[in-house]
């Protein structure tokens, strides 16, 4: 079955130090990877995707994320945190029919940049 | 181009009532996709539509029912509402139907029963 998990809970970084936020994968056949960013009271926010080719994918706002099969990670990354990114993160899964419409969600991640 | 609309954004109901939640997904977006999210569950997938065909649904009961129309417009109904319904439902539309489309998804609305 197709799953993803998100170890932390939250990340506490300082604005301007870089930040991870980490993501495994659990899939059958080629993962289809999404990251999405969800401010309070809105909903989600599309960031970036791993489909294929690059395992580096530049995203939305300067975030990326690297890809790494061996490990079955694909964590969320920015070399400079802002303050503005704090946010809650959510890594997902294309789900096992391949539909476009059934992503499988982490429990999320709460980012918070502290000045 | 319009964003994906959710409407209403805001009600409370009391048990036993039912809901209905209405979605307006992106100009030409025919997949159209409802999520509930809730603080212990997280964001669970409820159902997708693809030209007025449902093809999939996730572990809700069957109280849980939506449709779309010709116009790729999507309601879901909640019937028989219990406290455990409380919850922001969101709606997401995306322009592929299969594989590597990324979701747009509305503002949600949040239903809180009493």
């Known amino acids: 079955a197709q799953s993803v998990a998100q170890p932390e809970d939250q990340v506490n970084v300082a604005e301007g130090n870089p930040l991870t936020v980490k993501c495994t994968y659990s899939?059958?056949?080629?993962?289809?990877l999404f990251w999405y960013v969800q401010y309070p009271n809105r909903g989600l926010q599309f960031l970036l995707k791993?489909?294929?080719?690059?395992?580096l994918v530049k995203g939305s706002y300067g975030f990326e994320a690297e890809f790494n099969k061996s490990q079955t990670s694909f964590h969320l990354k920015k070399p400079s945190a802002l303050v503005s990114d704090s946010a809650l993160y959510f890594c997902?899964?294309?789900?096992?029919?391949?539909?476009?419409?059934?992503?499988?969600f982490g429990q999320g991640t709460t980012l918070q940049v502290k000045p | 181009k319009a964003g994906v609309t959710q409407t209403p954004r805001y009600l409370i109901k009391t048990r036993g009532q039912q809901v209905t939640l209405s979605c307006s997904p992106i100009s030409g977006h025919r997949s159209v996709s409802w999520y509930q999210q809730t603080p212990g569950q997280g964001l669970q997938f409820l159902f997708e539509y693809f030209s007025e065909t449902q093809r999939n649904k996730g572990n809700f009961p069957g109280r849980f029912s939506g449709r779309q129309f010709s116009n790729s417009r999507s309601e879901m109904n909640v019937s028989t509402l219990e406290l455990g319904d409380s919850a922001l439902y969101l709606c997401?539309?995306?322009?592929?139907?299969?594989?590597?489309?990324?979701?747009?998804f509305g503002e949600g609305s949040r239903l809180t029963v009493l």
């Open positions: 997902a899964v294309r789900g096992p029919s391949g539909n476009t419409g059934k992503l499988i």
């Open positions: 791993y489909i294929t080719g690059d395992n």
């Open positions: 997401a539309s995306s322009s592929t139907s299969v594989g590597n489309g990324e979701l747009f």
């Open positions: 899939v059958s056949g080629n993962p289809y």
